[in-house]
């Protein structure tokens, strides 16, 4: 089991950026792939990035793509995403979460992912 606490949520006006962080405690955190999951205002939640346990792979959604990155420190046991150029679509909260299926698998669906942490809101103004 693996416990997991974001940070680095807030207000930021469109273009701006903001790193969230995730950091994990309990099980072996470079066991799992790891995945930032957001959920909007009355909308499903939807991927957004993930990355494996080598950080040799990563995943992006495509209306994040080129403008966020994923990295992760197995050594500090941390995730973090580096989110640039945002609008107020990225308006959300984010979730950390680890993945179910291994640590060379990145899930792109919610139910891959077995760990959760509270979540961070980010909020763009325009």
């Known amino acids: 089991q693996v416990q997991l606490v974001e940070s680095g949520g807030g207000l930021v006006q469109a273009g701006g950026s903001l790193r969230l962080s995730c950091a994990a405690s309990?099980?072996?955190?470079?066991?799992?792939?790891m995945g930032w999951i957001r959920q909007a205002p009355g909308k499903e939640r939807e991927f957004v990035a993930g990355i494996i346990w080598s950080a040799s792979s990563t995943a992006y959604a495509d209306s994040v793509k080129g403008r966020f990155t994923i990295s992760r420190d197995n050594a500090k046991n941390t995730v973090s995403l580096q989110m640039n150029s945002l609008k107020s679509e990225d308006t959300a909260v984010y979730y950390c979460?680890?993945?179910?299926?291994?640590?060379?698998?990145?899930?792109?669906?919610?139910?891959?992912?077995?760990?959760w942490g509270q979540g961070t809101q980010v909020t763009v103004s325009s």
């Open positions: 979460a680890a993945g179910r299926y291994g640590m060379t698998y990145v899930g792109r669906q919610e139910y891959e992912y077995g760990y």
């Open positions: 309990g099980r072996s955190f470079s066991s799992y792939g």
